[in-house]
């Protein structure tokens, strides 16, 4: 085998920055783990010694090599800062849910469930999706108290409505 494609070469600041980060107590222990794997490969260890001495799967001294080869001091952390994700439900699509959540179920069933809400959103005309989740559907209406779990059952008498 070759050498290694993914050579970790600590500056000192970088180098003070970890060790000041694994010894205080107050981080996540995936991300102090991911610290200090980076401090023992600057040290020329191998990824089996590293796993060793860190006590995780050689192939997560992998993964930290190449994390920091590419994003720098910030591999420490696991996600992505450029990670984004994009809502499925805009302003319109969520009030078009509101809407219905707090209107009458289906005939043949006594409330809404998530999965009927969802399956219903996706036959509407006015709103254009292929397909949504129900957990799509239970996230947007958690945030909602207009839609709280007593209206969606219809038992006005708790809610005084």
Not at 27 to 49: E, M, S
Not at 116 to 144: G, P, Y
């Amino acid at each position: 085998m070759g050498g290694k494609k993914y050579i970790v070469e600590l500056g000192d600041e970088d180098r003070k920055t970890l060790e000041w980060f694994t010894s205080t107590g107050e981080r996540r222990a995936q991300d102090n783990t991911r610290a200090r794997i980076l401090l023992k490969a600057d040290d020329g260890l191998t990824d089996a010694t590293i796993s060793e001495h860190v006590g995780c799967h050689p192939q997560t001294v992998h993964n930290t090599r190449k994390d920091y080869t590419e994003r720098g001091i910030a591999a420490i952390h696991r996600r992505k800062p450029d990670r984004e994700y994009e809502r499925k439900l805009d302003g319109n699509a969520e009030a078009h849910l509101i809407k219905l959540a707090c209107s009458e179920p289906p005939e043949g069933h006594s409330r809404w469930t998530l999965h009927l809400l969802a399956d219903e959103l996706v036959t509407l005309d006015e709103i254009d999706f292929e397909s949504i989740s129900h957990e799509a559907v239970r996230q947007r209406l958690k945030k909602r108290p207009e839609t709280s779990s007593l209206q969606l059952l219809g038992d006005t008498s708790r809610t005084g409505r």
